[in-house]
C-alpha cells in the first residue's frame, strides 16, 4: 500500500486580486508562501518518494516550501504541463467580479464551473480532466503501484478533475467540489488498484516509523 497526498498551491498574486489565473505565471503571495510552509510541517512524518508538479511557478514554490518544512529537500521531483491550471483563455488576467459584471454572473459561473463549457480561447474542466488524467495514469499510478508515496503540488481544477475519478463523482457533483489552499488530500493507493480517501495523520502526535520508509530504504 502506498500514499498520494494532492495539495493546491497556496495563495497567489492573483488570487489575491480576484482575477482568473489559468496558465499565466504568477508567483504566490507571502501569505501563500507561509500556508506551503505549514503545510508542510504538518506532513513531517510522511516520507515521501516522489513529488510531482505543474510548469507554473506558484504550485512549484509551493512544493518547495512543502518539502523545505517537511525536511525532505531531496525527494525528486518531476515537473509536467499536463498539471497545468485549467486554462482561462480570454479571461486570464480579468477581474471576476468585473467579468460577472460584463457577461452575467451565470455566463461566467458556467464558464468557471461547467464540466463541459468552455470560457472564449480557453479550456473545460472535462478539457483539464482528459490531459491531467491520461498523465495521472500514465506516470504517476505506476509509480504507486510500485509502493511508492507520492505528493502532487498542483492547482484547483487539475486536483478537482483527478478527484472526480478517484472519488467516481459526476459532473454535477464535481462542479461544487471546493479545492482549499494547501489543504492535503490524502489517499490510499491500494494493491488490488482501488483508491482510499483517509484522514492526513498528525505529524505533531504520530510518530515516523508508523509509516512506510521510503521505497527502497
Not at 152 to 177: C, F, K, W, Y
Amino acid at each position: 500500500m502506498s500514499l498520494l497526498v494532492m495539495v493546491r498551491h497556496g495563495q497567489s498574486i492573483w488570487n489575491l486580486e480576484n482575477r482568473f489565473t489559468g496558465w499565466t505565471d504568477v508567483p504566490l503571495t507571502e501569505q501563500g508562501r507561509q500556508e506551503a510552509r505549514d503545510c508542510g510541517e504538518l506532513m513531517n512524518c510522511i516520507p515521501f518518494d516522489l513529488a510531482f508538479t505543474s510548469r507554473l511557478q506558484r504550485a512549484q514554490e509551493t512544493l518547495r516550501l512543502i518539502l523545505q518544512a517537511a525536511g525532505q529537500t531531496d525527494v525528486p521531483v518531476t515537473e509536467d504541463k499536463a498539471l497545468n491550471e485549467r486554462n482561462y483563455g480570454d479571461l486570464q488576467g480579468l477581474n471576476k467580479a468585473e467579468t460577472a459584471e460584463k457577461f452575467g454572473a451565470e455566463v461566467v459561473h458556467q464558464w468557471r464551473r461547467s464540466f463541459e463549457s468552455r470560457p472564449p480561447g480557453g479550456e473545460s474542466l472535462k478539457d483539464t480532466a482528459d490531459r491531467s488524467l491520461f498523465y495521472f495514469y500514465a506516470k504517476i499510478v505506476p509509480e504507486l503501484e510500485a509502493g511508492k508515496n507520492i505528493i502532487i503540488s498542483a492547482h484547483g481544477n487539475t486536483i478537482r478533475a483527478i478527484l472526480m475519478d478517484l472519488d467516481h463523482l459526476s459532473p454535477e457533483q464535481v462542479e461544487q467540489v471546493e479545492i482549499y489552499y494547501c489543504v492535503p488530500m490524502t489517499y490510499e493507493h491500494h494493491p488490488d488498484g482501488h483508491f482510499a480517501q483517509v484522514l492526513l495523520p498528525d505529524c505533531r502526535i504520530v510518530s515516523a516509523p508508523q509509516f512506510p520508509t521510503r521505497h527502497g530504504t
